[in-house]
């Protein structure tokens, strides 16, 4: 008599523990679907977002609800993303060596010019912020911690971009560029051009390419080969001339050479 297979991907002829890690796979998915999303998504919603069938995602939803990932509307039946999700980010920030030693970086920038610091790193084609000080005149929202922005339409990603090599760049990029304003850079070519002014100069530029209204500068910090890590001042355009621009980047250049060599110093890589 045939033996009773009780796990059903076993009877399928895959192993079992496949079924498990489909079945995570699609969580990590379902969490990233809600994360690039900045309203309640429905069951359909999210059916048609992930082509998942609607009954992996009531499990998936259940599950993810119950440990804190998910918050749900009983009125409208809509999810979002729930408070766990920013505790497991901040942990992450709370963990990374470099972030105290960036902030006060980050600080001294914000008090010498006035304008609102960044500090990101580079995820593939994206930047991810990772801390901000605002300029308490600033006017526009450019960035808030766990914000992604493509690396070709900000000053950070071509700083960060110009440290990795011709092919590297081709081979990391798409082909066409998506435009986030009507000067956002969507060629190869003129990212290319872009990365090179940006060795050549010390340090990264761009004049309303990711917000309109807003320029800004961009520095590598020069701890690891390469560099993974920028920092960046936002500057409205109605407030500074490119004289004043230039002056931002050489002190951005200045401050992560000095921040590159003291995270060294401390053994940080």
């Given at each position: 008599?045939?033996?009773?297979?009780?796990?059903?991907?076993?009877?399928?002829?895959?192993?079992?523990?496949?079924?498990?890690?489909?079945?995570?796979?699609?969580?990590?998915?379902?969490?990233?679907?809600?994360?690039?999303?900045?309203?309640?998504?429905?069951?359909?919603?999210?059916?048609?977002?992930?082509?998942?069938?609607?009954?992996?995602?009531?499990?998936?939803?259940?599950?993810?609800?119950?440990?804190?990932?998910?918050?749900?509307?009983?009125?409208?039946?809509?999810?979002?993303?729930?408070?766990?999700?920013?505790?497991?980010?901040?942990?992450?920030?709370?963990?990374?060596?470099?972030v105290p030693f960036a902030t006060e970086a980050l600080e001294r920038?914000?008090?010498?010019?006035?304008?609102?610091?960044?500090?990101?790193?580079?995820?593939?084609?994206?930047?991810?912020?990772?801390?901000?000080?605002?300029?308490?005149?600033?006017?526009?929202?450019?960035?808030?911690?766990?914000?992604?922005?493509?690396?070709?339409?900000?000053?950070?990603?071509?700083?960060?971009?110009?440290?990795?090599?011709?092919?590297?760049?081709?081979?990391?990029?798409?082909?066409?560029?998506?435009?986030?304003?009507?000067?956002?850079?969507?060629?190869?070519?003129?990212?290319?051009?872009?990365?090179a002014a940006t060795r050549e100069r010390g340090y990264a530029a761009?004049?309303?390419?990711?917000?309109?209204?807003?320029?800004?500068?961009?520095?590598?910090?020069?701890?690891?080969?390469?560099?993974?890590?920028?920092?960046?001042?936002?500057?409205?355009?109605?407030?500074?001339?490119?004289?004043?621009?230039?002056?931002?980047?050489?002190?951005?250049?200045?401050?992560?050479?000095?921040?590159?060599?003291?995270?060294?110093?401390?053994?940080?890589?």
């Amino acid at each position: 008599m045939p033996q009773k297979v009780d796990n059903p991907a076993v009877a399928d002829g895959a192993p079992a523990e496949s079924s498990g890690v489909k079945s995570a796979r699609r969580a990590v998915d379902l969490i990233e679907t809600f994360a690039a999303n900045d309203v309640w998504l429905s069951l359909s919603d999210l059916h048609a977002r992930t082509g998942f069938p609607r009954s992996s995602l009531h499990g998936l939803l259940r599950t993810l609800l119950e440990a804190g990932w998910l918050e749900a509307d009983a009125n409208t039946a809509r999810y979002r993303l729930g408070v766990r999700a920013l505790i497991c980010g901040t942990a992450y920030l709370d963990r990374d060596a470099v972030v105290p030693f960036a902030t006060e970086a980050l600080e001294r920038i914000r008090e010498k010019t006035g304008f609102t610091a960044h500090f990101a790193r580079r995820n593939a084609t994206e930047v991810v912020y990772l801390e901000t000080r605002e300029s308490q005149r600033s006017t526009h929202l450019v960035s808030r911690v766990g914000r992604t922005l493509p690396t070709h339409a900000t000053a950070l990603g071509k700083a960060l971009l110009a440290e990795l090599t011709h092919d590297e760049i081709e081979a990391l990029m798409p082909a066409s560029l998506t435009a986030l304003t009507p000067n956002t850079i969507t060629t190869l070519e003129g990212l290319h051009a872009e990365c090179a002014a940006t060795r050549e100069r010390g340090y990264a530029a761009e004049v309303e390419e990711g917000t309109l209204g807003v320029r800004c500068v961009a520095a590598v910090i020069p701890y690891r080969i390469p560099g993974t890590d920028a920092i960046s001042c936002s500057m409205p355009i109605s407030q500074v001339t490119d004289a004043d621009a230039q002056r931002v980047g050489e002190l951005l250049a200045e401050t992560t050479a000095e921040l590159g060599q003291q995270l060294r110093r401390a053994g940080i890589r």
